[in-house]
């Protein structure tokens, strides 16, 4: 980019070379084209050392104007190139540097040039504008760099979400399942065998969850993969229900109004914070039995789940999930409450998620 440039201020500044100038001026030489070129050539390095751009744009420049009698240029062309790349890219002190130096070279050439006030103003003019567009550009660069930052952070967060879940819910299982397994063998070994099979069966799923969200993060290395499976939704509430099952525990799950599908990624919200509390209530609550609601309104779905477990205890502040399931609800603009249940009995996770009216979705 900065051969770029550079060839095309030299095909700016040719052009006083080869258009015919009027009878009473000297021709342009070959020797002062060459050294017009020698002006140019420090851009080529105009981002690597700016500052020592800048001074041998000014020397050359003085031996140009002091030891040739060449055309004039319309613009200081390679001056205005070199100060808005150190007010882009330099830190503080080469700025305070190259403001010094023009101060001093600008009066200087305008003195041996014309010596009139409009050249002097409408010099200082020209590199205060490259500067001030330098600055401007330097601007934009760090808000891009923290936009950047912001959405690699908040992918960072989610991956984070995601792995959570799926490491949370399936090691939960299993350590509920392979506790209960040694009872059951002696006492009714058609329930270990059923335990047994639930532990594989939750290692499995937990680790198809894993492959699809690292093939998600390989995407951009391999173009050409096959596409991704969709992200589990509300299809998979039955096979997670009965994973729950599995473990002891009685679910209930009922859902009331006007049933409709959601879009996927609110569908896919819906699932892990039913996964997340459920979780919950496998690992902390001691519970016999949850239920799980959702509840379709018009311009929202409203999730609950609800076990009759020992409740919040003093000191928890829910650890991980409960987060996750809050980030999850403001993501989409949404709610999310939790604590006891009714009268102080169990655990209580409510979660409103905005979604389109079914009217909406029909448009």
Not at 3 to 19: D, E, K, N, S, Y
Not at 31 to 39: D, M, Q, S
Not at 124 to 147: K, N, S, W
Not at 199 to 208: C, F, K, L, P
């Amino acid at each position: 980019m900065d051969i770029g440039i550079a060839l095309l201020v030299q095909a700016a500044m040719t052009m006083p070379f080869v258009v015919p100038r009027p009878p009473d001026l000297e021709p342009a030489t070959w020797p002062a084209y060459g050294l017009t070129t020698l002006t140019v050539v420090p851009l080529i390095w105009r981002r690597r050392a700016p500052l020592a751009a800048l001074t041998a744009i000014v020397a050359t420049s003085a031996l140009y104007k002091l030891a040739l009698e060449g055309p004039g240029q319309p613009l200081p062309y390679t001056g205005l190139v070199v100060i808005y790349t150190i007010a882009a890219v330099s830190p503080p002190w080469q700025r305070l540097v190259a403001g010094g130096l023009l101060t001093v070279a600008v009066p200087v050439s305008v003195w041996l040039n014309t010596r009139t006030a409009r050249e002097l103003t409408f010099s200082l003019f020209v590199f205060a504008a490259a500067y001030v567009f330098g600055r401007l550009t330097d601007a934009r660069q760090r808000e891009h760099r923290i936009e950047a930052e912001r959405a690699a952070a908040r992918e960072r967060a989610r991956i984070a979400r995601e792995m959570h879940d799926i490491l949370s819910h399936a090691v939960s299982l299993m350590i509920v399942q392979a506790e209960a397994g040694p009872v059951a063998v002696r006492t009714a070994p058609e329930r270990a065998e059923a335990a047994f099979d639930a532990i594989s069966a939750t290692g499995r799923d937990a680790m198809a969850q894993l492959r699809r969200m690292l093939g998600v993060l390989r995407e951009a290395d391999e173009p050409d993969r096959a596409p991704r499976e969709p992200q589990p939704g509300l299809a998979g509430l039955p096979e997670l229900l009965d994973r729950i099952r599995a473990s002891d525990l009685e679910v209930a799950y009922e859902s009331a109004g006007a049933v409709r599908a959601l879009p996927e990624a609110t569908g896919a919200s819906v699932f892990r914070i039913v996964q997340e509390a459920l979780t919950n209530v496998v690992k902390h609550a001691a519970a016999r039995g949850v239920s799980v609601q959702l509840n379709y309104g018009e311009g929202a779905v409203d999730i609950r789940v609800l076990d009759d477990g020992r409740g919040p205890q003093p000191g928890s502040g829910g650890g991980h999930g409960l987060i996750g399931v809050r980030e999850r609800a403001a993501a989409h603009g949404g709610t999310a409450v939790t604590g006891p249940g009714p009268d102080g009995r169990g655990f209580e996770v409510r979660v409103r998620l905005p979604v389109p009216s079914a009217a909406e979705v029909a448009r």
